[in-house]
Antibody
Framework: QVQLVESGGGLVKPGGSLRLSCVAS????????MSWIRQTPGKGLEWVAY????????FYADSVKGRFTISRDNTENSLYLQMNRLRAEDTALYYC?????????WGQGSLVTVSS | DIQMTQSPSSLSASVGDRVTISCRAS??????LAWFQQKPGEAPKSLIY???TLQSGVPSKFSGSGSDTDFTLTISSLQPEDFATYYC?????????FGPGTKVDIK
């Protein structure tokens, strides 16, 4: 069965960095695009970034452009999100999601808290 | 960006009720709309894509309809396991955007 397991979340100070990872199993990783989507009680669900199966096409939400970098390692069935210059408003539960046309399967999420 | 709205924001219903949730896009999105169910402490689960196509494994009590800007999710006979929050999402253009959710709870 499809499994997506995120890790790497935690508490970080404003301006700091964090790297999230997501390991996929139960399907052919290279057949699918992947996304990061975050959720907060206040702002709800917010799509963050998207990467094609080869990594050749990448899109970001304006709110994270220039600060976050999505990448993938198809040899390790892994997706990453490098988050730099973190702000309080980046505090959220971050999900990785298998995505082609839409996010059809989601991991359980990794909590990122940005606070001094 | 395409704004997604949902109504109602919450509703109370009884087991066996037929429930309808509306989703509206700020501009036409053809049928590029998905519906998700989220229970407390869990990740969102895909129910419907392309506005009306049931995700594999999702029971047929769920159905979706609509196109362009107006969409509907219907649960034909509400069961205890259906009490959750439901979200719509457009994938017509980037950035993908989600509705604010409709919470369905027990009357």
């Amino acid at each position: 069965q499809v499994q997506l397991v995120e890790s790497g979340g935690g508490l970080v100070k404003p301006g700091g960095s964090l790297r999230l990872s997501c390991v996929a199993s139960g399907y052919t990783f290279t057949d699918y695009f992947m996304s990061w989507i975050r959720q907060t009680p206040g702002k709800g669900l917010e799509w963050v970034a998207y990467i094609s199966s080869s990594g050749g096409a990448i899109f970001y939400a304006d709110s994270v452009k220039g600060r976050f970098t999505i990448s993938r390692d198809n040899t390790e069935n892994s997706l990453y999100l490098q988050m730099n210059r973190l702000r309080a408003e980046d505090t959220a539960l971050y999900y990785c999601a298998r995505s082609d046309a839409y996010p059809d399967f989601w991991g359980q999420g990794s909590l990122v808290t940005v606070s001094s | 960006d395409i704004q997604m709205t949902q109504s109602p924001s919450s509703l109370s219903a009884s087991v066996g009720d037929r429930v309808t949730i509306s989703c509206r896009a700020s501009q036409g999105i053809s049928n590029y709309l998905a519906w998700f169910q989220q229970k407390p402490g869990e990740a969102p689960k895909s129910l419907i894509y392309d506005a009306s196509t049931l995700q594999s494994g999702v029971p047929s009590k769920f159905s979706g309809s609509g196109s362009d800007t107006d969409f509907t999710l219907t649960i034909s006979s509400l069961q205890p396991e259906d009490f959750a929050t439901y979200y719509c999402q457009q994938y017509y253009s980037y950035p993908w955007t989600f509705g604010p959710g409709t919470k369905v709870d027990i009357k």
